[in-house]
């Protein structure tokens, strides 16, 4: 009898690691509810490696000399992205300083809030 090929290993092992790929991809996405948190930033890893980040003082002073209109809102995550001539920001904001939202009341910055569970 003989044994199999070479070919023939290579591609069992082969089918061997897709289907634990999928089943490795399935079982973390089964999960996604129940650690949120990981998910989320396992999700999202890739947007926040090419969103470069504006510092969030940085950020106030754009509110208040008008350079910014309007800003994403992830209320999740505790970010805002802003969007200027130069690219997309990330703008970490802080829990308990209530001070951003005050100026984008004051000067009418359009909020866009990010749909629950998006990056």
């Known amino acids: 009898m003989r044994s199999p090929g070479i070919r023939v290993l290579v591609e069992r092992l082969l089918t061997g690691a897709i289907l634990l790929g999928l089943a490795v991809t399935g079982t973390l996405y089964s999960f996604r509810d129940s650690a949120p948190g990981i998910w989320r930033d396992f999700r999202c890893l890739p947007s926040y490696a090419r969103e470069s980040t504006l510092p969030y003082t940085t950020f106030l002073s754009q509110i208040e000399t008008g350079q910014i209109r309007s800003i994403l809102l992830s209320t999740e995550q505790a970010n805002a992205y802003v969007t200027d001539a130069t690219g997309t920001y990330r703008v970490k904001l802080p829990e308990f300083d209530p001070t951003w939202l005050e100026l984008l ?14 990056c």
């Not at 004051?106 to 569970?117: D, S």
């Open 105 to 118: 009341d004051r000067y009418n910055v359009k909020i866009i809030e990010l749909v629950p569970g998006s």
